[in-house]
């Protein structure tokens, strides 16, 4: 229940403490990605694991994110920090995924949920881009009707790649 009260406090807007943090980038203090470490790096590297299945990798994701966060926030003020650095993390472990699924199949949590959420769609559609816009309204639509707890356990599923024993264990 630890990972999922963890990630639910993730999506939920930026607190005291996560204030501090921001502050420090803004003031370009290097400790700062020290405090995200602390307050997120176990997070961090949960969603990595989920999605590349491969600890050398979650690291190197975590440390990009980290340089993401620092190059970005200068000129942005995230209004929900671990929503911000969650979609920054998530993203390039995509990334990292996509980059070495190209040379060979990954065997991992993201394959298996992405290939369940493949078997929703309604069949091809004309426009690719208009299908992916659809299935992504759609997406937010069913998740917007879910009670909370069925809203946890479809965010922990599809968008942290969790095993469905854990989703099930939470």
């Known amino acids: 229940k630890g990972s999922m009260l ?18 420090m980038y803004w003031q370009r203090d290097p400790d700062a990605i020290q405090k995200t470490d602390q307050q997120y790096g176990p997070l961090l590297r949960n969603v990595a694991y989920n999605i590349l299945s491969d600890s050398l990798d979650c ?21 929900a920090f671990p929503a911000f650095i969650m979609q920054i993390m998530r993203q390039i472990a995509i990334d990292r995924y996509r980059e070495k699924s190209r040379k060979k199949r990954i065997p991992s949590q993201l394959t298996i949920s992405l290939e369940e959420l493949e078997s929703i769609s309604s069949g091809p559609s004309v426009e690719e881009a208009y299908e992916a816009k659809e299935l992504g309204r759609l997406i937010t639509e069913y998740v917007e009707n879910l009670h909370e707890k069925q809203r946890y356990i479809f965010i922990d599923r599809y968008y942290f790649a969790e095993p469905v024993e854990k989703t099930a264990s939470d």
């Open 6 to 23: 963890m990630k639910n406090h993730a999506m939920e807007q930026t607190s005291a403490v996560d204030e501090k943090i921001i502050d």
């Open 59 to 79: 690291e190197e994701c975590k440390n990009d994110t980290f340089l993401k966060i620092w190059n970005t926030i200068p000129s942005t003020r995230p209004t």
